[in-house]
Nanobody
Framework: QLQVQESGGGSVQPGGSLTLSCEVSGYVYPSYCMGWFRQAPGKEREAVAHVDIDGKRLYGDAVQGRFTISRDQNKNTLSLQMNSLIPEDTGTYYC??????????????????WGQGTLVNVSS
């Protein structure tokens, strides 16, 4: 059974940086899309970034140019480098895997496996 576990959240001042990590276990062949999502207090969950099995990346408009998603298929890990953080980046960040054959849809047509989330707090 596929499992997903995030790490690396914390508190940072505006303008600072954080790196989130995600480890996927329990599934040998990496035929899944991987992505980061976030949910701020009182708001709906939003897509941050995802990367497919070919390495194609897509970023949300709010993080384009500031965040970088990276995937190591050999190690089944995913990371999110977050730079120039702003208070609006505060929220719980979730790593997810979509068992789709490797490409990204995120529309529930394929099984999705989610981590428990890690909290990021950007404040002065």
């Amino acid at each position: 059974q596929l499992q997903v576990q995030e790490s690396g959240g914390g508190s940072v001042q505006p303008g600072g940086s954080l790196t989130l990590s995600c480890e996927v276990s329990g599934y040998v062949y990496p035929s899944y899309c991987m992505g980061w999502f976030r949910q701020a207090p009182g708001k709906e969950r939003e897509a941050v970034a995802h990367v497919d099995i070919d390495g194609k990346r897509l970023y949300g408009d709010a993080v384009q140019g500031r965040f970088t998603i990276s995937r190591d298929q050999n190690k089944n890990t995913l990371s999110l480098q977050m730079n120039s953080l702003i208070p609006e980046d505060t929220g719980t960040y979730y790593c997810a895997a979509e068992i789709s054959g490797g490409y990204c849809y995120w529309d529930k047509r394929y099984e999705e496996v989610w981590g428990q989330g890690t909290l990021v707090n950007v404040s002065s």
